[in-house]
Structure formats: structure tokens, C-alpha cells
């Protein structure tokens, strides 16, 4: 709780890292003299399985100032990365990973309670081949799969099975969604 930056911008940060697995943590708060993600994972990281029993509470960017904080970030991340059963509340941005190298991403068995704070947008997922999104309960948060402007669009993502309470699936920013 409460714990700031590690080497790059997250309190548990992994950089090219093959096979990294975390459970049963809590990722809560915001440090007044560092602010960051609660996990980022880049540098082609593949292989990840954030899972299961971790709970992300409290990660605010509105609490940030200038530093953009996002409870999981995945930047330049390699393919085959998961986050299956974790619990989300009280946050802003659940899964920012807009910039690509998501291919094969699954994200299943999540609860993302969206209802605590104003931003919309909470899962956002961009430039990604082949990525799964099923069998989650989002609550009062929007999912974009799409990319940014100028990037590639993302391609055979599967969203199936899941419980949405007042939000919706947007695949129509950038490029958008292709099958």
C-alpha cells in the first residue's frame, strides 16, 4: 500500500521478463512522493500470469499529478501475457496497454468495479492480435479495443461471456477492430 516507483514506473515493474507469475497481492493507494502503476510490464515481458487473489484498490491518476498512473500497464510487452481472477475497485485505470505488443493478451475472470471514480475508459486495449477478453464482471466501465491514431488496428479479438453494468465495448477509436 502506498508504495512508490520501483526502476521504471511501476511499483512492481518487470522488463523483459519471461514467465513471471503474481498472486495474492495488494496493490492500494497512492505514494505522495512517487506516484506510479501498480504493476508495468514492458520490454517485450511475455509469458506473465497476473493471477490469482491480487487486489488493485486505490490508484488514482486523479491523485497522480503529472505522473500517469494506471493499476496494470503493459508498454512494448512481448505476446502471452494474463490477467485472470483479480479483483479492481476504486481506480481510474484498470488496464492501459493502448501502444501494441499485446498479442495473445487474455484477460478473463476479473471483477472491475468501475463506480468509485469519473473516468469512463477504464480498460483500454490497443494494437492487439489474437487477444481474449471473457468471462469478466465490469461494473460502470468502458472497454476500448481499438488503437491509437496511426497505429495499427487490432486484429481476431474475442469479447464473450461477460457481465457489463453500464458500459459498453468500443472498437470505433483509430484504426478500430478488425473480425
Not at 37 to 63: A, K
Not at 119 to 147: D, E, W
Amino acid at each position: 500500500a502506498n508504495v512508490g516507483q520501483a526502476t521504471y514506473e511501476g511499483r512492481l515493474s518487470a522488463f523483459m521478463v519471461d514467465g513471471l507469475v503474481v498472486r495474492n497481492s495488494l496493490f492500494s493507494g497512492i505514494s505522495g512522493s512517487s506516484p506510479a502503476d501498480g504493476i508495468q510490464l514492458s520490454g517485450g515481458t511475455r509469458n506473465t500470469t497476473i493471477w490469482p487473489g491480487n487486489t488493485f484498490s486505490g490508484i488514482q491518476q486523479s491523485l497522480c499529478g503529472g505522473v500517469h498512473c494506471d493499476n496494470i500497464q503493459l508498454y512494448g510487452t512481448g505476446p502471452n501475457n494474463t490477467i485472470t481472477g483479480n479483483h479492481f475497485v476504486n481506480g481510474d485505470f484498470y488496464i492501459m496497454a493502448p501502444d501494441g505488443g499485446n498479442d495473445y493478451l487474455t484477460v478473463t475472470n476479473n471483477l472491475f468495479d468501475g463506480s468509485s471514480t469519473p473516468y469512463q475508459y477504464k480498460i483500454q486495449i490497443g494494437s492487439a492480435n489474437n487477444a481474449v477478453f471473457a468471462h469478466n464482471t465490469v461494473v460502470r466501465a468502458n472497454i476500448g479495443f481499438n488503437s491509437k491514431i496511426g497505429y495499427p488496428a487490432s486484429t481476431n479479438c474475442l469479447v464473450e461471456n461477460n457481465i457489463i453494468i453500464n458500459g459498453t465495448v468500443d472498437n470505433s477509436y483509430g484504426s478500430g477492430c478488425i473480425n
